[in-house]
Each structure stands twice: as structure tokens, then as C-alpha cells.
């Protein structure tokens, strides 16, 4: 239904797979909305079609096994009448383990869907600030305009947005070699708070004792002379991902990628991210030639970041290079790095519960512009945004979907205090990990086990909190 008569309940910004799916998600709820979308008026660099929910980078959502945690997402979404996996689905193409859609069908599906639907009006018109007409949902996409993204940046501090986007890998911890690593922050600086997940199993009692007592913030990885040259060697003559036509590459100083880094001396490295000052390798009793630290990603210590080291390595590269670092031969990635043009905001200190922002009530952020990444996760978070709103809208107090399921792991990335926040797509670490009553179980096992357990308390929280209220 296109047209700007209609009175609307909600305002939706963006018709992108975030806005696309809140706005649905929405009117099934018997909420009238307007969804206000600049094409064919304007356009984002990236774009090419007047179409909503344009696939602009890649046709795949990814892999679509549930021992994988995107694939967990996709099927959560499927269970709760997600639109953006109902078009998928109708338009998938063959490709193996992963879901892959004709992107021009798919754009048309979505599209089609919105425009036909009896309690969405469809506004074609770029918005170049916060509308005053309350709730609205901004779902404007890592492309934000300008204009409205000057005008957030007025609203909720220019200190809390950002334009470019340096994400470092993320990696298992029961793929780390604890054998070849310690933990240590510099001159025995920044304790972790009680109750770090363990190494491995063989020292679960003793890392618990040393829990207990007060465990160091930081892993370290340490590299003698030689491991340190070749692995400088390896990232400078490592395969890059070229920017795209609409990027304008202009690093930040605090957040430049490792290679570009290394690219500047050999020793850049050495005496950045990876300089060895304020530690001691137990072993040796001596400072190592240089170190590369790694952070817990996650409250139970279950995923670790690769401080400093945010890349824009191809991603065979990156498993090539960075399995480079001594204790991390075999490490399993939960998530690649990536360098890139983005705008999103630091969701941990602006957004409340419901997705809105503290400083702006009735302002609810959805899709990448909060900090998500990836199609898949952008439009769980437009789901999860829209759900959360209306429950709100009918009095309710806000059911959100369990942390134990992926859904509630989108909640859970936006809302973890991080020392710089950067979007990710969905890991298991942003799920609740299992019961130490399950005991040892090897990855794939446990991966499945956290599946099965998802589904069942999404299906609990589905029947229990949304299932009733939505339309066929």
C-alpha cells in the first residue's frame, strides 16, 4: 500500500532487511506503520535497484547447519514467522551448506510483500532527520545518510557514532593452545572479574582456584625474534579484500588494520599492539621479543578477541596468518575480522532494553546502524526490535527471547560493555553457554547441544509471549 494518508501507529525508517522486517513484524501485530524509504529518490553508493531489502554484497546468508550459530539464527527466525527467511527460502539457489537466494527475486519478494500488505504504507522520501512522530524505528543501514546521521550524532553525542568500522577476529577458547600461552595484563594491571570460564579441562581445577583468586584480564601469545619477523613478513605480503568503489579508505590512527601497520616497519608492530613491556612469560622468566594479547569476548570467558588486530586479509588469509601465532595453530574463528565503511553507535551505553534510545524515548535503533553485521543478524534485529516495541504498545511488560537462543544473543552483543564497541555478526559466545551439568563435550556436540537447547526455550518463549498475537 504506498501513499502517506493512512495514520500510523509506529514510523519505520529504512527499507532495508532491518526495516523491512520490523515494519512486518509490526502490522502482523495489528499495528498500522509507515515505512519511509529514499529510493528512487536517493540512493546509497552501494545500492543499484528501487527495490527494498537489496542484497548489496553477497547473495549468501550464510551457512545452515544449526551446529553453526548463523544457521541457528535462520531457523529461530523461520519458527517466528520471520519475512526476510519466508522470502529466502522461496528464492534460495543451490549452495551446498549454505542459503543462497537469487538476490533480484528475493529484493522483489520482500517488496512485494511490504507493498501488499493492508496495515503498511509505503512513503518513498529520504528522511534528513529524527521525525518528531513517536515510536519510529531508524533502521537506515551502514550507509546512514549523512544528514540523519548528523542528526543522531546531535542527539546522542558525535563521540558515540561511528563511520568506519574495524572489527578484529574472535576465536574459540577451547580451540586456544594453553599450553603455549599465559595469562597476564601489563605490570599485572586489569583483573578479571570472578567466575572466567576455565582453559582446558585437564587445568579446569586449578584455572578455578586461580579464578577464585583474581584471574588476569588478557591471554598472551608470545613470539621470539624469528616467529615475530615472519609473521610480520606473512601480513604484508598477505591477499587484502580491495576496497569498494563507494569506500573511501581513511584509516583511523587508533584503529588502523594490522597489515597496514606492519606495511609501515617492521618493528610498527612491535611496538604497538604487540609490544612485550609489563610482561613475563612463567616459563621463561623473561619478557618475550613480542606478544599478541587476546581479550574475553564474553562474561564466561568462552570466545576470545585478538586485540589490536582488526584486518582487512582475505579470509582464507587470515586463517593462514593468523594460525601463525604461537597457541593459536589450530584455533577455531567464531568470527573474521574486517575493515569497512559502517555507521553505528556504541548500542551499550545508548540503548535500553527495548532497543531505544535513553537520551530519545520513543527512538528505537534496528539493523546494522545498532551494531550488528551481516544480513542475516539485521534482520533478527528488526524482528527483535519490533517484537520488543509491541509489547510495550500493548501495556506488556518486555518479553525478550531467551539468552540462551540467538534471537536473545542479538540483545546480548548490543547490550555488553565493550572498551570500544564493534559490530559483530552472531557467535556462540553471545549465547548463554551450557550447564557445566552437560560435562565434556567436543565442539560440534556442544554447538549442537546449545542448538537443541535454543529451540526448545524459543519455542517456550514463542508460545508463551508472541505466538497468539500474530497474524497468518
Not at 312 to 341: D, I, N, T
Not at 447 to 466: H, P
Request: proline share 7%; glycine share 8%.
Amino acid at each position: 500500500m504506498n501513499g502517506a494518508e493512512t495514520p500510523s501507529d509506529v514510523t519505520v525508517v529504512g527499507g532495508g532487511l532491518a526495516g523491512c522486517e520490523a515494519a512486518y513484524q509490526l502490522a502482523q501485530r495489528g499495528l498500522h506503520v509507515r515505512l519511509i524509504e529514499m529510493k528512487p529518490h536517493k540512493r546509497t553508493p552501494a545500492q543499484t535497484s528501487d527495490r527494498m531489502a537489496e542484497l548489496v554484497c553477497s547473495n549468501s546468508l550464510r551457512g545452515a547447519a544449526l551446529s553453526n550459530a548463523v544457521g541457528l539464527l535462520k531457523e529461530e527466525l523461520r519458527r517466528v514467522g520471520s519475512l526476510a527467511l519466508r522470502c529466502a527460502d522461496e528464492t534460495a539457489v543451490p549452495a551446498g551448506g549454505a542459503l543462497a537466494v537469487d538476490r533480484e527475486r528475493f529484493a522483489e519478494a520482500m517488496t512485494r510483500m511490504i507493498e501488499a500488505h493492508p496495515r503498511i504504507v509505503v512513503e518513498r522520501r529520504e528522511v534528513t532527520e529524527i521525525p518528531g512522530a513517536r515510536p519510529v524505528i531508524l533502521a537506515t543501514g551502514p550507509l546512514t545518510s549523512d544528514a540523519l546521521a548528523a542528526s543522531l550524532a546531535a542527539a546522542v553525542g558525535a563521540e558515540h557514532l561511528a563511520y568506519y568500522d574495524a572489527i578484529a577476529p574472535i576465536v574459540s577458547a577451547d580451540s586456544i593452545d594453553w599450553s603455549r600461552v599465559w595469562k597476564q595484563s601489563r605490570y599485572g594491571k586489569g583483573v578479571v572479574a570472578r567466575g572466567e570460564r576455565p582453559a582446558p579441562e585437564e587445568e579446569a581445577a586449578e584455572r578455578r582456584d586461580e579464578a577464585e583468586a583474581g584471574d588476569e584480564a588478557y591471554v598472551n601469545c608470545p613470539f621470539d625474534e624469528a616467529q615475530y619477523k615472519a609473521f610480520v613478513r606473512a601480513l604484508v605480503e598477505s591477499e587484502k579484500v580491495e576496497a569498494r568503489a563507494f569506500e573511501e579508505v581513511r584509516y583511523f590512527e587508533g584503529c588502523l588494520p594490522c597489515e597496514v601497520m606492519a606495511a609501515r616497519g617492521e618493528q610498527t608492530l612491535a611496538f604497538g599492539p604487540m609490544k612485550p613491556v609489563g610482561l613475563t612469560d612463567p616459563r621463561t622468566g623473561r619478557r618475550p621479543y613480542a606478544v599478541l594479547q587476546l581479550r574475553p569476548e564474553d562474561e564466561a570467558a568462552t570466545a576470545y578477541n585478538l586485540v589490536g588486530f582488526q584486518t582487512r586479509m582475505k579470509y582464507a588469509e587470515q586463517l593462514r596468518v593468523f594460525r601463525m601465532v604461537p597457541g593459536l595453530e589450530e584455533a577455531e574463528f567464531l568470527r573474521m575480522g574486517s575493515v569497512h565503511r559502517n555507521t553505528f553507535v556504541n548500542a551499550p551505553v545508548l540503548l535500553g532494553p527495548a532497543m531505544e534510545l535513553h537520551a530519545l524515548p520513543g527512538v528505537h535503533l534496528a539493523g546494522q546502524i545498532s551494531g550488528v553485521e551481516g544480513y542475516v543478524e539485521s534482520a533478527a534485529a528488526g524482528f527483535v526490535c519490533a517484537v520488543l516495541l509491541s509489547q510495550r504498545l500493548r501495556g506488556e511488560p518486555l518479553r525478550p527471547p531467551p539468552p540462551t537462543t540467538a534471537l536473545g544473543g542479538i540483545l546480548t552483543h548490543l547490550g555488553r560493555p565493550q572498551p570500544s564497541y564493534q559490530p559483530s555478526n552472531i557467535t556462540w559466545a553471545h549465547i548463554a553457554p551450557l550447564d557445566p551439568a552437560h560435562g565434556k563435550l567436543r565442539k560440534r556436540a556442544r554447538y549442537e547441544a546449545m542448538a537443541e537447547r535454543a529451540l526448545r526455550d524459543l519455542d517456550a518463549w514463542w508460545a508463551e509471549a508472541e505466538g497468539r498475537g500474530v497474524s497468518s
